[in-house]
């Protein structure tokens, strides 16, 4: 026994469980993580899915009044939906622009519902270690299990961690630097996230009012789009941190991607006709009371603040495991220069898995919208083909977790006549800023200085 140990610690180790023994823990019950258990499933792995939320999907439930760039056929896991249909479920129409609330009632419930106790819902983890295991110590870690604590106390053990718990908690600020403007912390009542359902729910929120939308990508275009609905007297006021907008109004009329051209189409007639004021080199620097002063001084009285400013990854409940993350995007090193949005559009990122997302800690693989750190360029197909490579290491399959590949079409994803037809029945398509769904997904080589980029 070393000086510094004690025999009640040695008695714990000895008497700890075989990794093999255990199941693999998949944490966040989204697409990805249920994409992650029905390849688990399918390849006869146990598995349990923790859930922080009181349903499954519970961060799409939070923007379900929004519809997505892409079809139902690029948005089911190839996995899940042979599931599914062995259960006798039918696909919804694959050429459908389901909203966040149809991902859930005509998908993601339904194959939660196969997995019955599997799946745990208000279950928050709050860290990850190995049994007997600091962050520090060697000897042995590879054969400790995985530690999984709870927010009520409670610990399980895995012989694997998948996590796929996503960023949507976890926004960007509001602050031009990447810091909190100043007096940001103190005006949480004045602020709200991305994509407030501003033609339902919220709409008493808004009408009338005079709201300050700050950000350049996909879901400050869909606010803006449905506060200009809004009555007349609602004052509609955009910031970015850019010189001009082109890079939020796409390509127009001639965007490989109808819906999305469609959507940066209004918003610029509504920038041109004065429905929606236009502040660019805008930079969030302090906030006073209900006005938000940029860096040179600008200065702007409002009601109200939407910052759809994007998220970013928190890695805390990993903070006691061997992490190696890129200095600038907080991905793995690997994945990188595979995502960068200075060099990529989400059409442009190559398909990718377990060798690019494995840590020098053997058996933690962050997924989905979390494997990309800071990068905007996550497409929910990427996620799937991630979690389907990273089972198959899992199972001992190598060679079918090395063989990664995307199928997506040629053009994208979004046919003119499908979202013309669509937008008489429904209304314009929108989508999600980061990618963080079901944004488009060309395969077109789209410069990251070109304007339009897929990803917000």
């Not at 622009?97 to 819902?121: C, H, N, Q, W």
């Not at 602050?175 to 909190?180: D, E, I, R, S, V």
């Not at 929910?380 to 979690?387: H, L, S, W």
């Amino acid at each position: 026994m070393s000086c510094c140990g004690t025999t009640a610690g040695l008695e714990l180790e000895l008497s700890a469980p075989h990794p093999g023994d255990l199941p693999v823990v998949v944490i966040g019950a989204g697409p990805v993580g249920l994409a992650a258990a029905a390849h688990l499933a399918e390849r006869g792995l146990d598995f349990l899915v923790l859930e922080a939320g009181d349903q499954v999907a519970a961060s799409i439930a939070k923007w379900g009044h929004v519809r997505v760039f892409s079809p139902w056929k690029f948005n089911i896991d190839a996995a899940a939906k042979r599931l599914l249909e062995g259960d006798g479920w039918t696909a919804p129409d694959p050429e459908w622009l389901p909203t966040g609330a149809e991902i859930i009632s005509d998908y993601l419930a339904p194959l939660a519902k196969l997995f019955a106790e599997k799946v745990r819902l208000s279950s928050p983890v709050t860290a990850i270690s190995r049994l007997g295991h600091d962050r520090v110590r060697t000897n042995g870690r590879e054969d400790a299990p995985f530690v999984i604590r709870l927010a009520d106390g409670a610990e399980i053990h895995a012989k694997a961690v998948i996590d796929a718990s996503g960023t949507y908690e976890t926004p960007n600020v509001l602050g031009a630097n990447g810091l909190p403007a100043y007096g940001e912390a103190e005006a949480g009542d004045l602020i709200d996230h991305a994509l407030p359902d501003v033609l339902g729910a919220d709409r008493e929120r808004y009408e009338g009012k005079h709201v300050l939308v700050v950000g350049a990508g996909h879901s400050a275009a869909t606010t803006l789009l449905g506060l200009a609905q809004l009555s007349a007297d609602t004052r509609i006021t955009w910031a970015i941190r850019a010189g001009n907008a082109t890079r939020t109004y796409g390509g127009g009329a001639a965007d490989a991607l109808p819906a999305r051209g469609a959507l940066g189409t209004r918003l610029h007639a509504h920038v041109e006709s004065g429905r929606i004021q236009l502040l660019t080199g805008f930079h969030a620097h302090a906030i006073e009371g209900d006005t938000v002063i940029s860096q040179d001084g600008q200065r702007i009285t409002v009601d109200r603040v939407v910052a759809a400013t994007g998220y970013r990854p928190d890695h805390t409940i990993a903070s006691e495991l061997r992490l190696d993350l890129d200095p600038i995007l907080g991905s793995t090193r690997a994945l990188a220069p595979l995502i960068d949005p200075n060099q990529h559009s989400c059409g442009t990122v190559p398909g990718h898995g377990v060798d690019e997302l494995t840590h020098p800690e053997p058996g933690y693989f962050a997924v989905g919208v979390k494997s990309y750190g800071r990068a905007p360029t996550f497409l929910m197909a990427t996620g799937y083909e991630q979690v389907r490579s990273v089972v198959a290491a899992l199972a001992g399959d190598w060679e079918a977790a090395r063989e990664t590949h995307l199928d997506l079409p040629e053009t994208g994803v979004c046919s003119s006549n499908l979202a013309e037809a669509q937008e008489i029945r429904v209304g314009l398509a929108t989508g999600i800023s980061g990618g963080l769904l079901a944004t488009p997904l060309p395969l077109a080589t789209v410069s990251a200085s070109s304007g339009g980029g897929c990803c917000g």
